[in-house]
């Protein structure tokens, strides 16, 4: 069974930084690109950031400039710093590589 396994979540005051984990398989990892989606109360689930196996990355408008996602290969882990943070960035968030999610962690903003 595939297990993406989460970790780094918290309560942050606006304008703090959370860094999340991800860990999985290497057979999961090193095959595929990762990526990190979230879902806010009420709305839908939206990607936020995703690095294919070379390393290029991609972002949602609304996180570029503040958040960054990263790798590391030795891990078989997928990072997401998160800085500059606002209260719309308040959500689950999730990770994702093909059709395999996490259990999701919770990120909370306070102004």
Do not use: H
Not at 4 to 22: T, Y
Not at 69 to 96: F, G, H, W
Request: charged share 15%; glycine share 10%.
């Amino acid at each position: 069974q595939v297990q993406l396994v989460e970790s780094g979540g918290g309560l942050v005051q606006a304008g703090g930084s959370l860094r999340l984990s991800c860990a999985t398989s290497r057979s999961i990892f090193s095959m595929n690109a990762m990526a990190w989606y979230r879902q806010a109360l009420g709305k839908q689930r939206e990607l936020v950031a995703r690095i294919t196996i070379s390393g290029s990355t991609n972002y949602a408008d609304a996180v570029k400039g503040r958040f960054t996602i990263s790798r590391d290969n030795a891990k078989n882990t997928v990072y997401l710093q998160m800085n500059s943070l606002k209260p719309e960035d308040t959500a689950i968030y999730y990770c994702n590589a093909l059709l395999f999610w996490g259990q999701g962690t919770q990120v909370t903003v306070s102004s």
